[in-house]
Each structure stands twice: as structure tokens, then as C-alpha cells.
């Protein structure tokens, strides 16, 4: 998914400060999809077998949290 105007590392570091592990590759992870999409910087969530549903659920109040006050 992409949020227009989402700062990556502010939001990576909220994720951080509530537990969640993401990364943060740089466009060398993924030059030709990001170049494609005129991206700079991705977070990449990748959730596994072991993810909860309170998990998924702690991810999507982050990211509205930092999505409602980033604009």
C-alpha cells in the first residue's frame, strides 16, 4: 500500500516504539518497482504465521495514529 505524504522514518520509528519489527530498505531492495512508482524510501511489513490479530490490530492503530497527525 502507499500513503502519499507518509514520513518512513517517523513511522518507523513509531512502529519501533510499539514493538512492531519492520524494515527499512533503501532503493537498492527494490529499484525497479520503486523507481516505477516514484518512491524513495518503503517500509516493508511482513507478517507471518506466528502474527496475532492483536498484532495486525496494534499495527493498524500505529499507522492511523501516524497517518492522521502526519498531514
Known amino acids: 500500500m502507499t500513503v502519499t505524504g507518509l514520513d518512513v522514518p517517523k513511522t518507523a520509528a513509531a512502529l ?4 512492531i519489527t519492520i524494515s527499512s530498505p533503501g532503493r537498492t531492495y527494490a529499484p525497479l518497482d ?3 512508482r516514484g518512491l524513495t524510501s518503503i517500509i516493508r511489513i511482513a507478517p507471518h504465521v506466528f502474527s496475532t490479530a492483536g498484532d495486525v490490530d496494534a499495527l493498524v492503530q500505529v499507522l492511523e495514529r501516524v497517518a492522521t497527525h502526519n498531514h
Do not use: E, S, T
Not at 519501533?16 to 514493538?19: E, I, L, S, V
Open 16 to 19: 519501533a516504539r510499539a514493538g
Open 34 to 36: 520503486m523507481d516505477a
